[in-house]
């Protein structure tokens, strides 16, 4: 797996995503990565890792990174992040396809699932720290979610965690409160 430094957005995307699976933040459904089949969907859906075969020893190691980013994204601090990229890769200039020279972040021979997943996000999680600063990491704003994410949005106004989804439902609840106020039948 290779990583380049200046496009953070993926890894945190996978940050967001990952650490909203778990049941916690799933209350309804529940956990979302239950097995390795779950796990290698997981992957295949974000183009991550191709041909990778999941185990349930990689579902335990990624449901511990799944709780390590969680608690940096509660308290992202550089020292904490830089521990899941320290034992994963290394760091080396390349040329991209156009003959730049880029900086990568490449994982090591035979690492593991979870520390590739560790590397994607921890580098992409210094890159946003670093570059956008510590209020990016945030709470989802809808008052029943218990959902985080890393905001990546050039303005910097992102609001929940799943927005298609918590704030849909913030948007259809103040739309039928509207409609109650104005008493308009809402069905």
């Given at each position: 797996m290779q990583v380049?430094?200046?496009?953070?957005q993926v890894g945190a995307t996978v940050a967001t995503d990952l650490v909203n699976t778990a049941p916690e933040v799933m209350v309804r459904t529940g956990d979302m990565l239950?097995?390795?089949?779950?796990?290698?969907?997981?992957?295949?859906?974000?183009?991550?890792?191709?041909?990778?075969?999941?185990?349930?020893?990689?579902?335990?190691?990624?449901?511990?990174?799944?709780?390590?980013?969680?608690?940096?994204l509660e308290h992202p601090e550089t020292a904490g992040i830089a521990e899941l990229t320290a034992a994963t890769g290394g760091l080396e200039l390349?040329?991209?396809?156009?003959?730049?020279?880029?900086?990568?972040?490449r994982a090591r021979p035979g690492a593991s699932l979870a520390d590739r997943l560790a590397l994607l996000t921890g580098t992409a999680m210094l890159s946003v720290l670093r570059t956008l600063g510590p209020d990016r990491f945030r709470h989802c704003a809808a008052?029943?979610?218990?959902?985080?994410?890393?905001d990546t949005s050039r303005a910097g106004r992102r609001r929940y965690c799943v927005p298609e989804v918590c704030?849909?439902?913030?948007?259809?609840?103040?739309?039928?409160a509207r409609r109650r106020t104005s008493g308009t039948v809402v069905r």
């Open positions: 380049l430094l200046d496009d953070y239950p097995d390795a089949a779950t796990l290698a969907r997981f992957l295949a859906d974000r183009d991550l890792l191709p041909g990778a075969v999941a185990s349930e020893a990689d579902v335990a190691a990624v449901h511990a990174l799944r709780r390590r980013l969680r608690a940096l390349a040329r991209d396809a156009d003959g730049r020279s880029r900086w990568q972040v008052p029943t979610c218990d959902g985080m994410f890393v704030g849909n439902r913030i948007n259809v609840a103040n739309h039928r």
